[in-house]
């Protein structure tokens, strides 16, 4: 008989020995002459409990056990770990896990269950419906279906991403282009790079569903260089839709093309902001453009572009598989579907979590998350990456909701959600925002590039003790220029983090250091 | 990650061009492909591309030193990366980065005197639930204690 287990290749698994359990779990069981099939699948998002080792039982359910180190193979393999045994570690069902059992997986459904390069286990769990369905509609009526779904821009600004692709769609031009933003930069998130490594397919089929709806022909999806492994996974799936014609000059024999080329960017935060993207892909710095003209009107080399972060473009195939009502019962208010939030930084259960809009913000800390991994009272979170603002315990009870979050002065963003414990110090954290706002800098206009400098001397003043009421009001009316001043999001948005610590945490900025 | 030049340069910098250039927006994918190959774009290779680009030299020179993965010099045998953002921070990254600074001997952008190592700051890695997050090379190490740093140097230090 032929044991089958799952092990994840996602790179926070491997990071963590997920390569080193499957050897030593291969070594074990020929050492007993067992036959053992490891696949590699993606991560199930619960970070803390990697290596996670899925074990399927003779009624083809996976029992789970974690964390299993390889040092710790031997023991759980005596324990009979193969034949699905009791063990401390054993942790049962994934899909009977509270923490997993309370979500909605709608965009990352197959991740962590399927093998990521493998074309025939993504259709065997729906995937290539949606596009199979886009293929037999007009484009106006998939466009309309995007719409009708309320499926809003998940990278950050939360733009209706229907709206963005009728713009592209009424332009007339001889070449428009798809570009998939992958550049997921902010600190805390890490759900593009997840989907990227564990269903690579959704992402391709969702911009190939986005090129045949706008009549783009090419598309580009632009992946930072900090995630080698995601790279790697792309590289083969794209390989594979080519060869099975999923990808190229007739897609399943209908006529329709659409190309897709892997570009990798080259270390700048600032290329996850759109225009600056496409400067980048054009192979030039990566310069932020003055807007109008919208990219949906004048984008790559000029011409008509699609332009979606890699989550937005991998919820798609859903909407085209299951319709727009399926995904817009899901939500609440004007932020409809689902969202990936992820749990980062000093959390007892960190990861991956896909739920419905409206969730709490202590709900996600508490209930999913656990409190902090010191065990110390958690005294602030960052949402939405390093140009969120900082919120206090006062706003815990926040739900998940663009607007709900928006009212508070806080943003959703890319649903990174990175936690501190008490000893954090939020003095330290405002200079960090200014500091990484005058490193990454494009440079193009001044608000951003000389006022992230000046602000790192602010509050280097402030920290001394040096006049600290003349130098806050300073920073405030510095992060006022910089906020209404400057180009794009990066200075526009690094007072959010600054100011919100201001705000909230006075009390470190008033102490004698 | 250096690699070695068993061809002339110039030959390979042409085969590079002859497959890259032609395509849109082909400068980042050129320039990743010489780094893959030397090590590093030198100035040297500055003139070259930009010939068959039909770019500047000050162009290309600007395409380079606008992206922090391009370096202009060598580096050392392996490029150790210690994230510096919030959720590394979080969990007291701060303390790996310190002692990647001690123990190594060099501050961020420098390279050991044997050789050895670069160090780099880099702004996530991607591995925000299991920090602090360190890649040597391409490879993901993640909840990298101080302790757990030397423990991964050794290992890499005594690799063939």
């Known amino acids: 008989m032929t044991h089958r287990i799952f092990i994840s290749r996602d790179a926070s698994a491997l990071a963590l020995g997920a390569d080193e359990t499957a050897v030593a779990l291969q070594v074990a069981a020929r050492a007993r002459g067992l036959d053992a099939a490891i696949t590699r699948v993606g991560s199930r998002g619960m970070v803390w409990l990697e290596p996670l080792v899925e074990i399927e039982n003779g009624q083809g359910q996976r029992i789970a056990y974690g964390p299993v180190s390889a040092a710790q193979v031997p023991e759980l393999v005596s324990a009979d770990l193969f034949n699905g045994a009791p063990h401390r570690l054993r942790l049962g069902r994934v899909e009977d896990l509270p923490w997993f059992a309370r979500q909605e997986r709608l965009t990352f459904a197959r991740v962590g269950l399927i093998d990521p390069v493998s074309l025939e286990d993504y259709r065997a769990h729906g995937g290539y419906e949606g596009l199979r369905n886009a293929l037999g509609m007009a484009s106006a009526a998939i466009v309309q279906e995007v719409i009708d779904s309320g499926l809003r821009g998940r990278g950050g600004a939360a733009f209706p991403t229907g709206i963005k692709w009728k713009t592209v769609l009424e332009q007339p031009a001889a070449q428009k282009y798809v570009v998939c933003n992958a550049d997921e930069g902010d600190s805390g998130t890490f759900s593009e790079r997840m989907l990227m490594e564990g269903d690579p397919f959704s992402l391709i089929e969702g911009m190939t569903i986005a090129g045949i709806a706008v009549g783009a022909t090419q598309g580009y999806l632009y992946v930072r260089s900090e995630y080698p492994h995601a790279i790697r996974t792309l590289r083969e799936a794209l390989a594979i839709a080519r060869a099975r014609e999923f990808l190229g000059e007739d897609l399943c024999g209908s006529g329709r093309t659409f190309h897709l080329e892997l570009r990798v960017g080259a270390g700048a935060y600032i290329c996850g902001e759109e225009t600056s993207l496409l400067e980048s892909l054009e192979g030039k710095r990566g310069e932020v453009r003055y807007r109008p003209p919208l990219p949906a009107i004048k984008g790559l080399f000029g011409q008509p572009t699609v332009i979606n972060n890699g989550t937005s473009l991998a919820s798609v195939p859903v909407i085209l598989q299951r319709g727009a009502a399926y995904h817009r019962d899901f939500g609440m208010g004007r932020s409809r579907g689902t969202m990936p939030i992820q749990l980062a930084g000093n959390v007892l259960r960190g990861g991956l979590i896909e739920k419905a809009f409206g969730v709490t913000l202590r709900e996600l800390l508490y209930d999913f998350g656990g409190g902090s991994l010191s065990g110390r009272p958690i005294r602030a979170v960052q949402v939405g990456g390093p140009l969120g603002a900082y919120m206090p315990e006062s706003q815990f009870d926040t739900p998940l909701d663009y607007e709900a979050f928006a009212a508070v002065g806080a943003m959703v963003g890319h649903g990174g959600i990175v936690v501190f414990d008490d000893t954090v110090d939020m003095a330290r954290m405002a200079r960090y925002a200014m500091e990484f706002c005058a490193v990454e800098s494009c440079g193009k206009c001044t608000p951003c590039r000389i006022g992230s400098t000046r602000g790192v001397e602010v509050i280097d003043r402030i920290l001394r003790g040096e006049q600290r009421a003349v130098n806050l009001a300073q920073l405030e009316q510095l992060c006022e220029t910089m906020q209404h001043g400057s180009l794009c999001g990066l200075g526009g948005m690094t007072p959010f983090p600054v100011m919100s610590a201001v705000k909230h945490f006075a009390t470190d900025f008033a102490r004698e250091r | ?160």
């Not at chain 2, 002339?8 to 780094?35: M, W």
């Open chain 2, 1 to 160: 990650m250096t690699a070695s030049t068993d061809l002339p340069v110039a030959t390979a910098i042409d085969d590079i061009l002859d497959s890259l250039a032609g395509q849109p927006g082909a400068l980042l994918p050129i320039l990743h492909a010489i780094q893959a190959r030397f090590g590093h774009v030198s100035s040297e290779h500055v003139p070259v591309i930009a010939k068959a680009m039909n770019l500047s030299r000050a162009e290309v020179h600007g395409v380079i030193s606008f992206y922090h993965h391009f370096r202009a010099h060598p580096a050392g045998r392996h490029i150790v990366q210690v994230c510096r953002a919030e959720a590394c921070q979080a969990v007291h990254g701060e303390r790996t980065e310190e002692h990647a600074r001690t123990c190594l001997g060099i501050d961020f952008g420098g390279t050991t005197a044997d050789g050895q190592f670069s160090l780099e700051p880099v702004f996530c890695l991607g591995n925000c639930a299991a920090g602090p997050s360190v890649m040597i090379d391409e490879t993901l190490y993640g909840r990298v204690s101080p302790e757990r740093l030397d423990e991964l140097l050794q290992d890499w230090r005594s690799r063939p």
